[in-house]
């Protein structure tokens, strides 16, 4: 597909809108389109490169604002932390395993998305555990395989919501560029 100025501005949309919505109060825990942007990315964008921007600076953004709101004293959770590159390397992660997708296989699709959540959550858990990361009482984790076990179990709420927000935004996004593809297609034949 071509890239012109209308999926541009739609791409540019989609970062911001994804962004804004991670802040929101009251959203499920981990409930959230970046992963599904990540796969999407990787497997929808020719230039490799350029896969990488659209989660990368949805999340960028969204960090900037919960900072914005951190500073102001309208959140408790900080923007930016120590730490946080490793996300930022995650996602990117992410992104390379959306380049084994093909957006016209729904199989694939639904199989990239489940091993980009699980992949996320094992490793940013284990990060945590090696890096000590502190728990729910701020006591950082035994390093222990306990500890470990701990930690996975204290992210376990975040992965329900991470394997819903993937799969519902990944059927949107895959979903929505599958009838753009067959639209652009019918108006092509139909101009034909």
Same mark, same amino acid.
């Given at each position: 597909m071509k890239v012109n100025t209308s999926i541009l501005v739609s791409f540019i949309l989609l970062v911001v809108i994804a962004s804004v919505y991670r802040i929101i109060?009251?959203?499920?825990w981990g409930f959230t389109?970046?992963?599904?942007?990540?796969?999407?990315?990787?497997?929808?964008?020719?230039?490799?490169? @350029?896969?990488? %921007?659209?989660p990368l600076a949805s999340m960028f953004l969204s960090d900037l604002l919960y900072e914005l709101l951190y500073i102001n004293n309208l959140t408790s959770i900080e923007g930016f932390y120590s730490g946080q590159w490793i996300n930022y390397l995650l996602f990117a992660g992410l992104t390379a395993i959306g380049f084994f997708i093909q957006h016209n296989k729904? @199989?694939?699709? %639904?199989?990239?998305?489940?091993?980009g959540v699980f992949a996320y959550f094992v490793l940013s858990n284990f990060t945590v555990w090696i890096g000590g990361g502190l728990d729910i009482n701020?006591?950082?984790y035994p390093k222990t395989f306990n500890g470990l076990m701990y930690c996975f179990a204290?992210?376990?709420?975040?992965l329900k919501g991470m394997l819903t927000g993937t799969l519902f935004f990944s059927a949107v996004l895959f979903g929505g560029y599958y009838l753009l593809q067959k639209t652009q297609t019918s108006k092509q034949t139909a101009g034909a």
């Amino acid at each position: 597909m071509k890239v012109n100025t209308s999926i541009l501005v739609s791409f540019i949309l989609l970062v911001v809108i994804a962004s804004v919505y991670r802040i929101i109060p009251g959203r499920p825990w981990g409930f959230t389109p970046q992963i599904a942007m990540a796969l999407f990315g990787g497997s929808i964008v020719k230039d490799k490169k @350029f896969a990488f %921007l659209m989660p990368l600076a949805s999340m960028f953004l969204s960090d900037l604002l919960y900072e914005l709101l951190y500073i102001n004293n309208l959140t408790s959770i900080e923007g930016f932390y120590s730490g946080q590159w490793i996300n930022y390397l995650l996602f990117a992660g992410l992104t390379a395993i959306g380049f084994f997708i093909q957006h016209n296989k729904w @199989f694939q699709i %639904l199989a990239g998305s489940v091993v980009g959540v699980f992949a996320y959550f094992v490793l940013s858990n284990f990060t945590v555990w090696i890096g000590g990361g502190l728990d729910i009482n701020n006591v950082p984790y035994p390093k222990t395989f306990n500890g470990l076990m701990y930690c996975f179990a204290a992210g376990l709420p975040f992965l329900k919501g991470m394997l819903t927000g993937t799969l519902f935004f990944s059927a949107v996004l895959f979903g929505g560029y599958y009838l753009l593809q067959k639209t652009q297609t019918s108006k092509q034949t139909a101009g034909a």
